[in-house]
T-cell receptor
């Protein structure tokens, strides 16, 4: 099977700082990765995805980096806001196996 | 589209009772996933369907759990008999071709 895991269980940042959340995956055959954000009491919500033929993808205030050599991906959030406080999951195909999540706490 | 719809939102049942969770995926999506989320184990994939056919049920904990997808617009996850350790939030998600999955709001199950 596939395991997807996160390096840090909780990340605390100041409002306005940049946040970096990391994730490792085990299956080198994974070809598609997604970052999800989950707020309390809600289901995971899509943030950004990346395919294995890319090493970087940018969205609005978010960037995902993929390093296939070490099977690692990261989510960078620029100018972190209180509304970014949530648990962040990375997921890898097939069937979107999820990591254990990282809680992001933004201090005003 | 209203998104993935799950029912009920909350379920409290006694140990030994049968529990049925329901999911309506987004119209046109051909993949459906059932997940269980707990503090201890995080978000676990239980089973997923592609074109109404179960593809991988290796995450189903034991025979007490069963899932069906009789048509493209409906799926159920049944626990019989339920046990306190089954208490969790159960999510259903759907996607097109196994890409970005859209999640429902979840069913919070409490077995007492």
């Amino acid at each position: 099977g596939e395991s997807v895991g996160l390096h840090l269980p909780t990340l605390s940042v100041q409002e306005g700082d940049n946040s970096i959340i990391n994730c490792a995956y085990s299956n080198s055959a994974s070809d598609y990765f997604i970052w999800y954000k989950q707020e309390s009491g809600k289901g995971p919500q899509f943030i950004i995805d990346i395919r294995s033929n890319m090493d970087k993808r940018q969205g609005q205030r978010v960037t995902v980096l993929l390093n296939k050599t070490v099977k690692h991906l990261s989510l960078q959030i620029a100018a972190t806001q209180p509304g970014d406080s949530a648990v962040y999951f990375c997921a890898a195909r097939r069937a979107l196996t999820f990591g254990s999540g990282t809680r992001l706490q933004v201090q005003p | 589209d209203a998104g993935v719809i799950q029912s009920p939102r909350h379920e409290v049942t006694e140990m030994g009772q049968e529990v049925t969770l329901r999911c309506k995926p987004i119209s046109g999506h051909n993949s459906l996933f059932w997940y269980r989320q707990t503090m201890m184990r995080g978000l676990e994939l239980l089973i997923y369907f592609n074109n109404n056919v179960p593809i991988d049920d290796s995450g189903m904990p034991e025979d007490r759990f069963s899932a069906k997808m009789p048509n493209a617009s409906f799926s159920t996850l049944k626990i019989q008999p339920s046990e306190p350790r089954d208490s969790a939030v159960y999510f259903c998600a759907s996607s097109l071709r196994g890409d970005e999955a859209f999640f429902g709001q979840g069913t919070r199950l409490t077995v007492v």
